[in-house]
Protein backbone atom coordinates (compact mmCIF):
# COMPACT_ATOMS: atom_id res chain seq x y z
CA UNK A 1 0.00 0.00 0.00
CA UNK A 2 1.54 3.05 -1.27
CA UNK A 3 2.03 5.56 1.62
CA UNK A 4 2.47 9.39 1.14
CA UNK A 5 4.02 11.77 4.26
CA UNK A 6 3.76 15.10 3.37
CA UNK A 7 6.22 18.12 5.22
CA UNK A 8 7.77 21.38 5.29
CA UNK A 9 4.69 23.94 5.50
CA UNK A 10 4.51 26.60 7.14
CA UNK A 11 3.08 30.16 7.98
CA UNK A 12 5.56 32.99 5.85
CA UNK A 13 5.03 36.86 4.37
CA UNK A 14 4.28 37.09 1.07
CA UNK A 15 7.36 37.07 -1.04
CA UNK A 16 8.75 34.25 0.93
CA UNK A 17 9.64 30.83 -0.05
CA UNK A 18 9.08 27.67 0.94
CA UNK A 19 9.91 24.15 0.47
CA UNK A 20 7.56 21.52 1.01
CA UNK A 21 8.80 17.36 0.73
CA UNK A 22 6.65 14.35 0.39
CA UNK A 23 8.27 11.04 1.43
CA UNK A 24 6.47 7.82 -1.03
CA UNK A 25 6.98 4.68 0.27
CA UNK A 26 5.63 0.86 -1.07
CA UNK A 27 5.80 2.43 -4.55
CA UNK A 28 6.43 -0.28 -6.38
CA UNK A 29 5.25 0.76 -10.11
CA UNK A 30 7.72 0.67 -12.51
CA UNK A 31 6.68 4.47 -13.75
CA UNK A 32 3.92 6.97 -12.43
CA UNK A 33 2.86 10.49 -12.00
CA UNK A 34 3.65 12.23 -8.48
CA UNK A 35 1.21 15.44 -7.82
CA UNK A 36 0.88 18.50 -5.47
CA UNK A 37 -2.56 19.46 -5.12
CA UNK A 38 -4.12 22.37 -3.14
CA UNK A 39 -7.35 23.64 -1.28
CA UNK A 40 -8.15 26.73 0.23
CA UNK A 41 -11.23 26.10 2.64
CA UNK A 42 -14.79 26.20 0.58
CA UNK A 43 -12.70 25.99 -2.94
CA UNK A 44 -11.96 22.51 -4.99
CA UNK A 45 -8.51 20.64 -4.96
CA UNK A 46 -6.26 22.23 -7.24
CA UNK A 47 -3.78 20.79 -9.32
CA UNK A 48 -0.16 23.02 -8.60
CA UNK A 49 2.69 20.88 -10.09
CA UNK A 50 3.31 16.81 -11.52
CA UNK A 51 5.94 14.95 -12.30
CA UNK A 52 6.14 11.41 -14.66
CA UNK A 53 8.79 9.39 -12.72
CA UNK A 54 9.25 7.90 -16.34
CA UNK A 55 10.88 10.53 -17.99
CA UNK A 56 11.11 13.48 -15.72
CA UNK A 57 8.40 15.47 -17.72
CA UNK A 58 7.32 18.67 -15.41
CA UNK A 59 3.64 19.95 -15.43
CA UNK A 60 2.82 23.38 -13.71
CA UNK A 61 -0.49 25.11 -13.46
CA UNK A 62 -0.82 28.99 -15.04
CA UNK A 63 -0.93 30.26 -11.62
CA UNK A 64 2.26 28.38 -10.30
CA UNK A 65 4.31 28.78 -13.53
CA UNK A 66 7.64 30.53 -12.92
CA UNK A 67 7.41 30.56 -9.01
CA UNK A 68 7.57 26.83 -8.13
CA UNK A 69 9.43 24.04 -8.88
CA UNK A 70 8.37 20.49 -8.50
CA UNK A 71 11.14 17.67 -8.66
CA UNK A 72 11.80 14.23 -7.14
CA UNK A 73 15.01 12.30 -5.67
CA UNK A 74 16.33 9.47 -8.06
CA UNK A 75 15.31 6.93 -5.71
CA UNK A 76 11.67 8.60 -6.57
CA UNK A 77 11.37 8.23 -3.09
CA UNK A 78 10.45 11.92 -2.32
CA UNK A 79 9.12 14.48 -4.03
CA UNK A 80 9.22 18.21 -3.35
CA UNK A 81 8.03 21.33 -4.17
CA UNK A 82 10.00 24.63 -4.17
CA UNK A 83 7.88 27.41 -3.71
CA UNK A 84 9.31 31.43 -4.67
CA UNK A 85 7.41 34.37 -4.32
CA UNK A 86 4.93 33.56 -2.39
CA UNK A 87 1.42 34.83 -2.58
CA UNK A 88 -1.56 35.44 -0.14
CA UNK A 89 -3.48 33.17 -2.74
CA UNK A 90 -1.26 30.39 -2.41
CA UNK A 91 -2.20 29.70 0.94
CA UNK A 92 -4.15 26.50 1.14
CA UNK A 93 -3.36 22.88 2.32
CA UNK A 94 -1.05 21.35 -0.28
CA UNK A 95 -1.19 17.65 -0.72
CA UNK A 96 0.93 14.90 -2.20
CA UNK A 97 -0.50 12.59 -4.40
CA UNK A 98 0.52 9.18 -6.82
CA UNK A 99 -1.41 8.32 -10.16
CA UNK A 100 -0.26 4.72 -11.18
CA UNK A 101 -0.45 6.32 -14.69
CA UNK A 102 0.71 9.40 -16.82
CA UNK A 103 0.04 13.25 -15.22
CA UNK A 104 -3.17 14.29 -14.80
CA UNK A 105 -5.05 17.79 -13.39
CA UNK A 106 -7.91 16.12 -12.18
CA UNK A 107 -7.78 15.21 -8.25
CA UNK A 108 -10.26 12.26 -9.24
CA UNK A 109 -7.44 10.49 -11.59
CA UNK A 110 -5.13 10.06 -8.58
CA UNK A 111 -4.81 7.12 -6.55
CA UNK A 112 -3.12 7.65 -3.14
CA UNK A 113 -3.31 11.10 -1.15
CA UNK A 114 -0.85 12.14 1.70
CA UNK A 115 -2.79 14.01 4.79
CA UNK A 116 -1.61 17.78 3.64
CA UNK A 117 0.67 20.00 4.81
CA UNK A 118 -0.73 23.64 5.61
CA UNK A 119 0.91 26.90 3.81
CA UNK A 120 -0.51 30.05 5.11
CA UNK A 121 1.43 33.53 3.58
CA UNK A 122 0.65 36.73 4.79
Known amino acids: QVQLVESGGDSVQAGGFLKLSCSAS????????LAWFRQAPGQEREGVAA????????FYSESVKGRFTISKDSAKTTLYLIMNSLKPEDSAMYYC????????????????WGQGTQVTVS
Open 51 to 58: IWTGGNST
Open 97 to 112: ALRRAGCSAAAADYNY
Open 26 to 33: DTTYSSYC
